[in-house]
């Protein structure tokens, strides 16, 4: 595994535990464990300073390389 692959299995692994901590919190607020929050603003159980850091990773890791990837996928036969 390269440096940059190592990196970004990191990142995408801090992610979850970001989306993870969210969602605990969500349920500790009483949410149905079923469903998410929103994900906005307000609704999405992270401080300023985790949303800051899951947005920055977010962007790094669905690059417009994955994007564009993802899309050629998604469009081909099956």
């Known amino acids: 595994m390269t440096i940059q692959n ?6 995408i692994r801090r992610l979850d535990e970001l ?3 969210s969602k ?3 349920i500790d607020a009483g949410g149905d464990p079923r469903h998410t929050p929103s994900g906005l603003k ?3 159980y992270l401080t300023d300073s985790e949303r800051k850091e ?3 990773l977010a962007r790094i890791i669905f690059n417009e390389d994955y994007i564009h990837s993802y899309l050629q996928t998604k469009h081909q036969p099956n």
Do not use: F, K, P, V
């Open 42 to 44: 307000g609704d999405d």
């Open 19 to 21: 989306m993870a901590i």
């Open 54 to 56: 899951a947005l920055q």
């Open 24 to 26: 605990q919190r969500y």
């Open 6 to 11: 190592n990196l970004l299995q990191q990142q």
